[in-house]
Each structure stands twice: as C-alpha cells, then as structure tokens.
T-cell receptor, first 113, second 115 residues
C-alpha cells in the first residue's frame, strides 16, 4: 500500500503566524497528492491537489503546498493563520494506476488568539 | 446539489446486531468508497467500487460487506457488530480517471457506537 506520513499530530500556532504541516510519501514515482481539511463533525473537503509539473500548488483559503520530488514531500503552508483554520488536516496519496486513496494520520491545528 | 448523502448520521448498536449504512451520490461518479476514521489513524479504506458492478477490498475489510446497488448507491453492511467497529464511517465518490488526479468527494459521515 502507498504510505504517507504526516509529521506531528498536533500543531498550535498564534493567529497571524505561519502554518506549516508536513507530509512525506514513500514512492519512487510521484503519486497523485492531495490535502484535505476536516472541520469538527463534518466530512473532508479538498484543500488542493498536486498538478503534474508544478512545484507550488495553490488551494482554497490561502493554503498552498510545495512539491519536492527529491525529498518525497508535499508540505502544506499558509502564511498567516486565522481562527477559522482550526481543523484537522489530512495528506493523501494515490498511485497513478490505482483507485485507492491512502491517508496520513492527520494533523490537528489549533489557533491561539 | 446534495453531493454525497449518508444515512443515518448516528447509530448505536449492541454487539451482534446487524445494520446497513446507506450512501448515495448525485454527481454521476463512477467510483465509490467506504472509509472508517479512528483517532490517530486517519482514514482507512474498507471497500471500494471502481465502477457499477464491481467491488474490491481495501485495507480493513474484515467484518464488513458492501453492495453497489446501482451507479448512485453504495451500501456498507455490518452482519454482526463488534465494539471494535465503533468508528465514524465516511462514504466518498470520485470520477476517477486513472490518468488524472481526480479528488474524492466525501459525505458527512455516520457515527456508529457498538456497545
């Protein structure tokens, strides 16, 4: 199975500070990569998805992710955190010839006023 | 546009009881999925259906069965519920083209407690 690792189960940031969530995948061939967000008691919403050939992908709500093939990473950032960014974030990967989407364990973000 | 609809939203079962979780999508997607979410473990794939008429096991299929009733509907059945199946269950759908990075669209989940 495709493996995806999210470093840090909890991240706490101050409002206005940088948000950095780390995701690494285990594959010699870059898979399809996604970031999802889950607000309390809701389903998962797509934040952004990797586009072949891009190194920086922009998503909704001011988030973006940088793809680094040499580091097999797809880290998520937002320059300035807002209280509404408090949620759980999931990195997910899918091989190009596979229907199955595999998720990381998730990172919970709390934003301090 | 409702997207992916799951019923029920909440359910409490006693050990050994059976139930079926229902899922329907109105986006004309070919692929449908069932995941379970447990704290600290992310989402784990139970079963999926790449297209109408096909189903395949995911990472954690034991204790579950599925039925792809038609293109819109994909149900998950617990024949004899166990406390280990206490979880939040998510249905998802996707117009997955294997050559494209099509995302999954999720329902709002069913919170199941088995006592």
């Amino acid at each position: 199975a495709q493996s995806v690792t999210q470093l840090g189960s909890h991240v706490s940031v101050s409002e206005g500070a940088l948000v950095l969530l780390r995701c690494n995948y285990s594959s010699s061939v870059p898979p399809y990569l996604f970031w999802y967000v889950q607000y309390p008691n809701q389903g998962l919403q797509l934040l952004l998805k990797y586009t072949t050939g891009a190194t920086l992908v922009k998503g909704i709500n001011g988030f973006e992710a940088e793809f680094k093939k040499s580091e097999t990473s797809f880290h998520l950032t937002k320059p300035s955190a807002h209280m509404s960014d408090a949620a759980e974030y999931f990195c997910a990967v899918r091989k190009a010839n596979d229907y199955k989407l595999s998720f990381g364990a998730g990172t919970t973000v709390t934003v301090r006023a | 546009n409702a997207g992916v609809t799951q019923t029920p939203k909440f359910q409490v079962l006693k050990t050994g009881q059976s139930m079926t979780l229902q899922c329907a999508q109105d986006m004309n997607h070919n692929s449908m999925y069932w995941y379970r979410q447990d704290p600290g473990m992310g989402l784990r794939l139970i079963y999926y259906s790449a297209s109408e008429g096909t189903t395949d096991k995911g990472e954690v299929p034991n204790g579950y069965n599925v039925s792809r009733l038609n293109k819109r509907e994909f149900s998950l059945r617990l024949e004899s519920a166990a406390p280990s199946q206490t979880s939040v269950y998510f249905c998802a759908s996707s117009e997955v083209e294997l050559a494209e990075n099509s995302p999954l669209h999720f329902g709002n989940g069913t919170r199941l407690t088995v006592t």
